[in-house]
């Protein structure tokens, strides 16, 4: 028996030694992103801020977003409650996500690799490796679960109690052990990393889908929900310890479970067995269309659904709206303008971020077309019949389907929720929503135009456009908060949008911004037919 | 014969290196050029112009009478190629890239691509992820070799593959020789280039220095001759054209400079001769030659 593990060690040293950046960015990033945002809470807790967001929160669409609080009354709804209710449930995730891939990593990753080959040529036990990850994983998560609560405590705020901090982080440390050992599982079963990876985080996005349903329901229900013994703690208001405990039973089982698979399997071969593929390709791959949309579509797809939830999660605000806004001086001073109503006017500066938002896809399907040149995934097409015209312009094709349905989504997710909170108090039409969303289309189309022009003639900039977008958007966002100047606004291509509906459609500017686009991308063009292939020189 | 490439004067900077300084090659109608250089002397930035990815400074550059920049759609309808470092879409299997690489290039035989696949040992049906570099290498070559052109560009084909498919592979390219086809050949693997090429192209440091079929390379240079005698070998050491003399008892090996041959015949026979092997020189020894000197 102990043979199986070992030297597991001398690996375990091996870890630290190799990953201590990593865990360095890990527990600071992860650490601070958890516990860092106290400042921000005291902030919107201001004046009715706490009686605000505890009506917001109350809404089914929210509750199954983040989560519930044990509070009934707003009177007792604290910044401690508050800060627990809207981040732990998300922290633990991310704890989670990141400690698969991390785990999977260390594990199947490295026998894909034929590191581990070479690794168990050596007087390495068969369950080293495995073991060594896992107690690096707790390591980890302890002095992520100390620093949490460390920073916690820090800000000295009244309600974020010592006990309820170092549960805080305690939490957010065992969501990740859950998550290792799930992970330790999959990469056991499945046939190859990439696929262990993928099922370990299929189960945490179906836990995540199965609470927000349980609690929206009956939250008793989630309690037995592994995801459930994370942020149905309770920190800072009932710290309920023992959910704790399930957690830690759960991830020995697991990983129990993890080793004796483990013993049973051959080196790099899980228990499933490799799907096979096609060996014949279908029509619609055989073009070049069809070849950049197949490696795209996982990505397109990915950002439709984050649009239609983004939209839905501002959609649901609408119903409580009056409270929201007005809960807040810095809220208020950002959304509301004079003889509108405060629908319309949130209306027009989400609609912005919204768009915005959108405005990633288009930018990454150009930069794409780079990133496939610079792998030399393309050598062999370019010496085929293939134009770089219609490598270049189908790449722009996309992007621009890519945006137009993308606004169609978040619009009309946006829309269609915030219809359905408002129910016959609305003072707007879905109509309203789409006219609002398409009327940033020339945004969005010069966005491109700029990814275009970069990857006609300075492709490695193409990465800057994401700047630019991140600086125009910011702009945009605190115009009414900062005093900023008329120049300064104008460097942002959304500043010369009027926000519709507040403001008037104004076709000259659609035009202008459109074609503009247009000329940036045709420019690029000329760069791209022109320019030599960068091909990993 | 018709040039099928015909290379004058080329030249090719990358910011201020400067990767190609004079590269003038041709390559006849049915013709297999062996291109042979260490790595970064320019060989696949010559291909790459070729092909028309990048751009030359100077010099001409035509296939089939065609400019390879202007013209490159209608060259690359008869033209194949393979990358020495094929890369692939994880996503898809190999089946599916050699079909769409087929499809893109036009004119594809899926007969011949599921001999291919079969002589090759391929799994098609295998996600491009799965497979290694020699299995990569395979998916570029069946997809090129699948297709019919009249000019085949391999840049290090069978980098990754074992002994036994670069046989494959040699069969393969035999085949299109034999059908009167002309292959551009750039290879690390001598004994490669010895077996299929015509004609030998050396490069180095962007620059061609030798140009000719094996034979004529070979008398630029020496062959090693082994030699036992009846009398006292060391003689042998004194005659023009001998180098590089070591004597075991009476039996001497040395290089000797073809010119010089009879001379050097005529000494041996004086002495008796009991033994005589000749080798040519290699390919190897041409190469060497070259990079070291």
Not at chain 1, 398 to 411: D, E, K, N, Q
Not at chain 1, 434 to 461: C, D, I, Q, R
Not at chain 1, 532 to 537: F, R, S, V
Request: some cysteine; charged content about 20%.
């Amino acid at each position: 028996m102990k043979e199986e593990f070992a030297r597991w060690d001398t690996l375990f040293v091996q870890f630290l030694k190799r990953d201590w950046k990593k865990i360095m960015v890990w527990v600071l990033g992860l650490g601070l992103f958890s516990a860092g945002f106290v400042p921000a809470f005291e902030e919107i807790a201001k004046d009715q801020g706490l009686l605000g967001m505890f009506e917001t929160l109350q809404n089914p669409a929210m509750i199954s977003m983040v989560g519930p609080t044990p509070i009934e009354t707003a009177a007792d709804y604290t910044l401690g409650a508050m800060y627990a209710h809207e981040m732990l449930l998300f922290c633990s995730l991310f704890s989670m996500i990141i400690t698969i891939l991390h785990v999977v990593g260390h594990t199947r990753k490295e026998e894909d690799l034929g590191l581990m080959e070479l690794v168990r040529s050596f007087q390495i036990g068969r369950h080293a490796n495995s073991l060594a990850t896992f107690v690096e994983t707790v390591f980890i998560h302890v002095i992520l679960a100390l620093f949490i609560a460390v920073v916690l405590i820090s800000f000295k705020a009244d309600t974020i109690s010592v006990e309820g901090s170092f549960l805080f982080g305690a939490s957010i440390g065992m969501a990740g052990l859950i998550g290792a050992s799930i992970a330790l599982v999959t990469a056991q079963i499945m046939p190859t990393s990439s696929a262990a990876t993928g099922s370990a985080l299929g189960v945490i996005g179906l836990l995540y889908l199965v609470r927000a349903g349980t609690d929206v329901l009956n939250v008793d229900l989630s309690m037995f929900n592994p995801l459930g013994w994370t942020y149905l703690t309770y920190p800072f208001t009932e710290n309920h310890w023992i959910l704790l405990v399930c957690g830690l039973v759960f991830t020995v089982l697991l990983s129990i479970i993890a080793f004796v698979l483990e013993g049973g399997r051959d080196l790099g071969a899980g228990y499933l067995p490799q799907k096979e593929g096609r060996g014949n390709a279908k029509k619609s791959l055989l073009s070049v269309r069809g070849l950049l949309i197949k490696i795209q579509k996982g990505v397109i797809m990915g950002w439709l659904i984050a649009f239609v939830i983004m939209g839905a999660a501002y959609g649901s605000i609408y119903g409580d709206m009056q409270t929201f806004l007005e809960s807040n001086e810095i809220v208020k001073q950002m959304f509301s303008h004079s003889d509108v109503s405060i629908e319309e006017s949130f209306t027009g500066t989400i609609m912005m971020v919204l768009i915005s938002l959108v405005s990633i896809l288009p930018i990454a399907t150009v930069n794409k077309l780079f990133t496939e040149e610079s792998s030399l995934r393309l050598s062999q097409l370019f010496a085929t019949k293939v134009t770089r015209g219609q490598l270049y312009w189908t790449s722009i094709g996309i992007a621009f389907f890519s945006s137009v349905v993308g606004i169609l989504l978040a619009a009309g997710g946006l829309g269609s929720t915030a219809m359905a909170a408002m129910e016959d108090r609305s003072v707007m039409s879905i109509m309203d929503f789409f006219a609002a969303g398409y009327n940033f289309l020339p945004s969005v189309l010069f966005f491109t135009g700029l990814a275009a022009f970069a990857l006609g003639w300075a492709p490695k900039l193409g990465k800057v456009v994401y700047l630019y977008l991140g600086y125009s958007f910011i702009l945009n966002y605190f115009e009414g908060l900062l005093d900023l100047p008329e120049w300064l606004l104008n460097t942002a291509i959304q500043s010369w949008i009027p926000r519709m509906p507040i403001e008037d459609f104004d076709v000259r500017t659609f035009i202008i911004i459109t074609l503009m686009s247009i000329a940036l991308m045709v420019i690029g063009y000329v760069g791209y037919r022109r320019r030599d292939m960068i091909e990993g020189i | 014969m018709t040039n099928i490439v015909e290379v004058q004067g080329l030249q090719k900077k990358f910011g201020k290196v400067q990767a190609l300084k004079d590269v003038t090659f041709s390559v006849a109608a049915g013709e297999v050029v062996g291109f042979i250089g260490p790595n970064g002397a320019g060989k696949s930035t010559t291909i790459r112009i070729l092909l028309g990815i990048i751009k030359r400074d100077a010099g001409n550059a035509k296939i089939f009478g065609k400019d390879v920049w202007k013209d490159s759609l209608e060259i690359h309808q008869r033209v194949s190629y393979v990358p020495g470092d094929v890369t692939l879409w994880g996503n898809l299997t190999g089946g599916e890239i050699i079909d769409l690489f087929m499809k893109l290039h036009g004119g594809g035989d899926q007969k011949k691509r599921d001999e291919l696949i079969r002589r090759f040992e391929l799994d098609p049906k295998k996600k491009a992820k799965g497979y290694s570099k020699g299995n990569r290498q395979k998916v570029g070559l069946i997809a090129a070799l699948s297709v019919d052109s009249d000019l085949y560009i391999f840049d290090e084909p069978t980098s990754g593959l074992d002994p036994l498919m670069e046989q494959v592979f040699q069969e393969e390219v035999e085949k299109i020789k034999d059908s009167g086809k002309s292959i551009l050949l750039s290879s690390h693997i001598l004994s490669e280039v010895e077996r299929l090429a015509d004609k030998i192209v050396i490069i180095r440091q962007g620059k061609i220095v030798e140009t000719g079929t094996l034979d004529e390379l070979r008398h630029l240079t020496r062959s090693t001759i082994t030699l036992a005698t009846e009398g006292d070998v060391a003689e042998i050491a004194t005659v023009n054209g001998v180098y590089d003399f070591k004597q075991k008892g009476n039996q001497a090996t040395f290089a000797a400079d073809h010119q010089h041959i009879n001379a050097i015949l005529v000494k041996a026979t004086e002495l008796g001769v009991k033994k005589l092997e000749a080798v040519p020189p290699t390919l190897e020894d041409l190469f060497m030659r070259h990079y070291k000197g």
